[in-house]
């Protein structure tokens, strides 16, 4: 079965790198407060970020005089993902979220599901009963028998995870852009599958 998604997971966050630690993480803590409500100025509920890593990383570089590494700063990264709700507003979020944490900005990437898969998971199981009940009648005519009724049946489903797209992962530019970020939701797929064994009469 095949389904529109209407829920985006988007990974973004910020990094800062300075000459200090105290001055990357000033620096990182305000641009995430900017992104923060940012997000939620787009419709993004609280319960609807969350941090998935922080890092303090010392940034080194190699002295060939001193033969040697040294510290040439230190890198803070902090990165969110947040769960889009209406999915035509997702390119608006992203802008905004931009513009907000300017050139400290990164976007990692962007996922889409569909947030209540029951619907489609029912029909899937329907589907592929019908079609092994169609099959197994096929090969029982085919054999000249009569089938009986049903005396094992099993099920698998697969249910995809958000489908991520990284070709936006990039720095991102502190000037809006002039014209809203276009995303396309496209399709995904539910399978089920399901195996009968029948009695024959």
Do not use: C, H
């Amino acid at each position: 079965v095949k389904a529109v998604p209407d829920v985006a997971i988007l990974s973004l966050g910020i990094e800062a790198q300075e000459a200090s630690v105290a001055k990357a993480q000033a620096e990182a803590a305000t641009a995430m407060d900017k992104v923060m409500a940012a997000l939620k100025s787009g419709g993004v509920a609280d319960k609807d970020i969350q941090t998935q890593s922080f890092n303090i990383q010392r940034v080194t570089r190699w002295d060939d005089d001193k033969q040697q590494e040294i510290t040439i700063g230190y890198r803070v990264t902090n990165t969110v993902t947040a769960k889009i709700r209406t999915i035509g507003k997702v390119g608006s979020v992203i802008d905004t979220v931009v513009s907000a944490g300017g050139d400290f900005t990164r976007i990692n990437n962007i996922g889409v599901t569909v947030d209540d898969l029951k619907p489609y998971q029912e029909q899937a199981r329907q589907l592929a009963v019908s079609d092994a009940a169609a099959k197994a009648k096929k090969l029982a005519d085919t054999a000249g028998v009569k089938l009986g009724k049903p005396t094992y049946i099993s099920e698998s489903s697969y249910v995809p995870g958000p489908i991520y797209r990284t070709d936006m992962m990039a720095k991102a530019e502190a000037a809006p852009a002039p014209v809203e970020t276009p995303i396309s939701p496209g399709e995904i797929e539910i399978t089920t599958n399901v195996q009968i064994a029948y009695d024959i009469e």
